[in-house]
């Protein structure tokens, strides 16, 4: 109040002045002709008495405008039917600027809207078109059992994941979601996840240690599924040699640990950062800095947290609180 009032002030200073210079004239007038003072200093009090309460009203109305105007801040899209009406030519001109800004923001949007939809639309149909080559590749495989077949089908799991990452990055940035959310049995949903790598696991003779988890979880499978096979990707890929672990933790914390490579300390806090890569990615130059990123986003949309721990050469274990946070808008 104290800002607005202050401002308030400035604006009106012109119409004080000028009533003090009038005042000035009216009283170096009346000395030159001997004329008692009273006669002037009488009318201006009068004058100033009046002219005070007339800036207490303008004052009290242009603060209700104000107040209204930093209500609509937060509801911008209604700018044109909640605009106050203009008390002066100079407002008016004012509030002709925001509606042409307005309507050139609501064109600008209407374009983006519609050229994210075209992109979405073409990424998608190009996910579900790839899937067709990428099964044939994993059925002609099937048929045999050697070294480099199990290798391939690895490789291919794994385009499969980038495709489905892409198609998560861009639905991501939609306004709509499908999120389907309810009770779900934790090892339900984390044992799709571990088979799908059950492959790189036996051929890279990494050992996994699963201890069944017995846990309820109110979340949407498909989503939180998409976590947990990218955590466990990127734990595959960054331990050349020994273990995975999945175990749940007290209060409802699913941790995966790994004995891989690790994480730099100075790269631990910005890991769930979009397209941070750190020290491990430019050095393997596999990482595009999506995944911990897109586990954070859905994580948070669903309610979830996650969290990193790591040692360089003793390995990472990364946390999903899957307790509930946040009431979900299906």
């Given at each position: 109040m104290k800002g607005f009032f202050r401002l308030y002030l400035r604006a009106q200073r012109r119409g004080m002045l000028f009533w003090g210079f009038c005042c000035l004239i009216f009283t170096v007038s009346f000395a030159l002709y001997g004329l008692p003072l009273g006669a002037v200093l009488y009318p201006a009090a009068l004058c100033a008495a009046a002219g005070g309460i007339i800036l207490l009203l303008s004052l009290r109305k242009s603060r209700a405008v104000c107040q209204e105007l930093s209500l609509m801040q937060h509801h911008p899209a209604d700018l044109p039917d909640e605009l106050p009406a203009a008390q002066s030519p100079q407002e008016q001109a004012y509030q002709a600027l925001l509606l042409a800004l307005h309507a050139d923001r609501q064109k600008l949007k209407s374009n983006m809207n519609a050229r994210y939809h075209d992109m979405t639309e073409y990424y998608t149909v190009w996910a579900h078109q790839?899937?067709?080559?990428?099964?044939?590749?994993?059925?002609?495989?099937?048929?045999?059992?050697?070294?480099?077949?199990?290798?391939?089908?690895?490789?291919?799991?794994?385009?499969e994941q980038y495709v489905q990452m892409a198609l998560t990055y861009l639905r991501l940035?939609?306004?709509?979601?499908?999120?389907?959310?309810?009770?779900?049995?934790?090892?339900?949903?984390?044992?799709?996840?571990?088979?799908?790598?059950?492959?790189?696991?036996?051929?890279?003779?990494?050992?996994?240690?699963?201890?069944?988890?017995?846990?309820?979880?109110?979340?949407?499978?498909?989503?939180?599924?998409?976590?947990?096979?990218?955590?466990?990707?990127?734990?595959?890929?960054?331990?050349?040699?020994?273990?995975?672990?999945?175990?749940?933790?007290?209060?409802?914390?699913?941790?995966?640990?790994?004995?891989?490579?690790?994480?730099?300390?100075?790269?631990?806090?910005?890991?769930?950062?979009?397209?941070?890569?750190?020290?491990?990615?430019?050095?393997?130059?596999?990482?595009?800095?999506?995944?911990?990123?897109?586990?954070?986003?859905?994580?948070?949309?669903?309610?979830?947290?996650?969290?990193?721990?790591?040692?360089?050469?003793?390995?990472?274990?990364i946390r999903i609180d899957l307790r509930q946070h946040k009431t979900i808008q299906e």
């Amino acid at each position: 109040m104290k800002g607005f009032f202050r401002l308030y002030l400035r604006a009106q200073r012109r119409g004080m002045l000028f009533w003090g210079f009038c005042c000035l004239i009216f009283t170096v007038s009346f000395a030159l002709y001997g004329l008692p003072l009273g006669a002037v200093l009488y009318p201006a009090a009068l004058c100033a008495a009046a002219g005070g309460i007339i800036l207490l009203l303008s004052l009290r109305k242009s603060r209700a405008v104000c107040q209204e105007l930093s209500l609509m801040q937060h509801h911008p899209a209604d700018l044109p039917d909640e605009l106050p009406a203009a008390q002066s030519p100079q407002e008016q001109a004012y509030q002709a600027l925001l509606l042409a800004l307005h309507a050139d923001r609501q064109k600008l949007k209407s374009n983006m809207n519609a050229r994210y939809h075209d992109m979405t639309e073409y990424y998608t149909v190009w996910a579900h078109q790839i899937k067709t080559p990428i099964a044939a590749i994993r059925l002609a495989l099937q048929n045999e059992d050697t070294p480099l077949s199990r290798r391939l089908t690895g490789e291919v799991g794994r385009v499969e994941q980038y495709v489905q990452m892409a198609l998560t990055y861009l639905r991501l940035g939609s306004d709509s979601s499908d999120y389907v959310i309810r009770s779900c049995a934790l090892d339900d949903i984390v044992r799709p996840a571990v088979r799908r790598f059950a492959g790189e696991f036996i051929q890279r003779k990494i050992q996994l240690n699963y201890q069944m988890l017995n846990y309820t979880v109110i979340t949407d499978e498909k989503w939180l599924g998409f976590v947990v096979e990218q955590v466990l990707s990127n734990a595959l890929k960054y331990t050349p040699q020994g273990s995975v672990s999945i175990y749940m933790e007290p209060e409802g914390v699913l941790c995966i640990r790994d004995t891989g490579i690790g994480i730099a300390p100075e790269d631990l806090p910005r890991v769930f950062e979009k397209g941070y890569t750190g020290y491990n990615g430019r050095s393997h130059r596999k990482a595009s800095g999506l995944g911990l990123y897109l586990c954070r986003e859905i994580l948070t949309r669903l309610g979830h947290s996650v969290s990193a721990e790591s040692q360089v050469d003793h390995g990472t274990t990364i946390r999903i609180d899957l307790r509930q946070h946040k009431t979900i808008q299906e």
